[in-house]
């Protein structure tokens, strides 16, 4: 997960590197497509880093749950 928030940072700070180049400045066709490119490849990781997060707290919460009932069973206070 950390990586692909270092990737995400990594391809944010490249585009706006870009974007701070003045227009025309060589190879102004390419620097478009270039951009394109980092923004959909952000949106991509972005998303996954989003789900990757959803499913991870998913899973802790589950095991958080499981652990829980475990202990209730356990407990003194059931006898």
Same mark, same amino acid.
């Given at each position: 997960?950390?990586?692909?928030? $270092?990737?995400?940072?990594?391809? &944010?700070? $490249?585009?706006?590197?870009?974007?701070?180049?003045?227009?025309?400045?060589?190879?102004?066709?390419?620097?478009?497509?270039?951009?394109?490119?980092?923004?959909?490849?952000?949106?991509?990781? =972005?998303?996954?880093?989003? $789900?990757?997060?959803? !499913?991870?707290? =998913?899973?802790?919460?589950? !095991? !958080?749950? =499981?652990?829980?009932? &475990?202990?209730?069973?356990?407990?003194?206070?059931?006898?």
């Amino acid at each position: 997960m950390r990586a692909v928030q $270092r990737r995400c940072e990594l391809a &944010r700070r $490249r585009l706006e590197e870009l974007a701070k180049r003045p227009p025309g400045t060589p190879p102004a066709a390419n620097q478009s497509n270039r951009l394109r490119d980092l923004e959909r490849r952000l949106d991509e990781w =972005s998303g996954r880093l989003q $789900r990757a997060m959803r !499913v991870r707290s =998913s899973r802790a919460k589950q !095991v !958080v749950e =499981s652990a829980a009932g &475990r202990l209730e069973t356990l407990s003194a206070l059931n006898c």
